[in-house]
């Protein structure tokens, strides 16, 4: 079978699993770049040393293309794009050499670079305040506020559409369908100061808008979906007028209007702060961490597949919070001593 066919299978078989869009996409872009490699030759007739070729050989074409090596993520994301390609390969039995016998998965010994955890890059409390109650539009507004306040990703924001939300008095929630995993999906209660904005947003979409139960939440003008790069800029933009970490001009020019290319205060604004809408997901689950909130809830709360990715990304809150947890149920019921 020819490796573009292969990699049609594959991603028949990732679509079957129920993986998401975007994890589909990315391992797709990172095989073909294999595939061209790999050329006529067949994928049961590849050793260990024939992917440490093909490694060495895309780092080249990568540093040729962007005059700097892969970073250690990238090539975290290549390598794990070819486990899971001939982990499927293997277990299909497509990994056949041509005498018809069958060969081991020559990922198995390929490791990995290690990648640190990056540090949890959440709002402090005065960029928190800052950030909610800035000046802007409303949809500017409810964009930010659904982030900050359901920690929810990008891409699930972006499915939301007005059927996945619940008003019911004292009831409010929002479903999350699908995404990077079967945890993904999942209802997370409509924290109290963002059910106001919800009510009021639903009024907005119906003065605007000819609403249905999939209309999406965050809709535009003329009712798709908002875009992931307009998420980003509409949670960047509203940072740098708050004052929250924003970028300084790179391109020293006095008119804010006619900035350089590439100039971070562009008028598209594409990086005017540091923050990201992913800020806004480790501001809302190191809040609920702080608050005392349970490991297990918080994990599920944010759709992470186990409790250890939360973990990882929420080390250094959980030590105070353990301790504090620790004396508290202490002062309840003291230890007896002898």
Not at 52 to 71: A, D
Request: proline residues 6%.
């Amino acid at each position: 079978m020819s490796a573009e066919r292969l990699l049609e299978s594959f991603d028949a078989h990732l679509r079957r699993r129920g993986r998401a869009d975007s994890t589909r996409r990315q391992y797709l872009y990172s095989l073909r770049g294999f595939c061209d490699w790999l050329g006529p030759r067949g994928v049961g007739d590849l050793t260990p040393a024939d992917l440490e070729l093909f490694l060495t050989t895309w780092e080249v074409g990568f540093h040729g293309r962007h005059s700097h090596l892969p970073r250690p993520a990238t090539m975290r994301g290549m390598i794990g794009a070819l486990r899971v390609f001939f982990a499927y390969l293997e277990q299909a039995g497509f990994l056949v050499a041509v005498d018809g016998s069958l060969r081991r998965n020559p990922v198995r010994t390929i490791c990995a670079p290690p990648c640190p955890q990056r540090p949890n890059d959440f709002l402090r409390t005065h960029e928190d305040r800052a950030l909610l109650s800035a000046d802007c539009s409303h949809h500017h507004r409810i964009v930010v506020w659904l982030l900050r306040y359901t920690g929810v990703r990008v891409a699930e924001a972006r499915a939301l559409t007005v059927a996945d939300l619940d008003l019911t008095p004292e009831g409010e929630a929002l479903t999350i369908r699908g995404g990077k995993t079967a945890a993904a999906t999942r209802t997370i209660p409509i924290l109290p100061q963002l059910v106001p904005l919800v009510h009021e947003h639903l009024e907005f979409l119906r003065g605007r808008l000819s609403t249905s139960s999939d209309t999406p939440l965050l809709a535009t003008e003329r009712g798709t979906a908002m875009t992931t790069n307009y998420l980003w800029r509409v949670v960047k933009r509203v940072a740098y007028e708050a004052g929250v970490r924003p970028v300084p001009c790179t391109c020293a020019t006095r008119r804010q209007d006619r900035h350089a290319r590439g100039c971070p205060r562009t008028m598209s604004g594409e990086n005017r702060s540091s923050i990201s809408p992913h800020t806004l997901r480790r501001t809302f689950g190191s809040d609920l961490i702080n608050r005392g909130l349970r490991l297990e809830t918080v994990s599920k709360l944010l759709g992470h597949s186990s409790t250890t990715i939360t973990e990882r990304a929420y080390a250094q809150l959980l030590a105070p919070t353990i301790r504090r947890e620790l004396f508290e149920a202490l002062a309840h019921n003291p230890p007896t001593v002898g």
